[in-house]
Structures are given as C-alpha cells and as structure tokens.
C-alpha cells in the first residue's frame, strides 16, 4: 500500500482533523495495520503525537468504527490508538503493530 493510498483513506474515514493533534507528519502501514502520525501541543503546551491506528479487514463488524474504502474494510482500533509524549516513543510503539 503506497503512502498516497494510506493518506486517501484516513481523510475518508475521518472527516475532520484531530483536535489535539491536527499536524500530520506521516503515514504508514505495519502487518495489517495502517497509522497516521500527528503532533500538536497538550494542555501543559509541550508537544505531544498521535498515533491513530486502523486495521485492514479486522475488528467490530457491527459498522460502529468500521468503514469501506475501495473495497477494503478498515476498522479504527481505538484501543491500538496512542497518545506519545516524543518521537522515539511513536518509533517504539509503530514497531510493537
């Protein structure tokens, strides 16, 4: 999956930007796992990053986090999801998906 095809499906799954991390950085895709890196700055004012997970062709089949996207089903795992204070702390977490 190219870094095109990652970043065309976070903006149709999610319609809107996150508010506590609104500045993407990147995107990427880990086993059956596909992420979007974010930063922004916490209520202390001192960066923080998001990373947003979404499984490919996984999770609730209830539709409540679930959406198809050219024909895949992806699932935003809100429990893989983070919230990480440095970029080697989203390095470490991307490597464990």
């Known amino acids: 999956m190219q ?5 065309e499906v976070f903006n149709r799954f999610f319609k809107s930007k996150n508010i506590m991390t609104p500045y993407v950085l990147d995107y990427g895709k880990k086993n059956n796992h596909i992420f979007e890196i974010s930063k922004g700055k916490g209520i202390d004012h001192k960066t923080i990053y998001g990373v947003t997970v979404l499984e490919i062709n996984g ?6 986090y679930t959406k198809t996207i050219n024909s895949t089903n992806y699932y935003h795992d809100t429990d893989l999801s983070c919230l990480c204070h440095s970029m080697d702390e ?8």
């Open 59 to 64: 999770g609730d089949e209830s539709g409540a």
């Open 3 to 7: 870094h095109y095809e990652i970043k």
């Open 90 to 97: 989203v390095n470490n977490y991307v490597s464990t998906l």
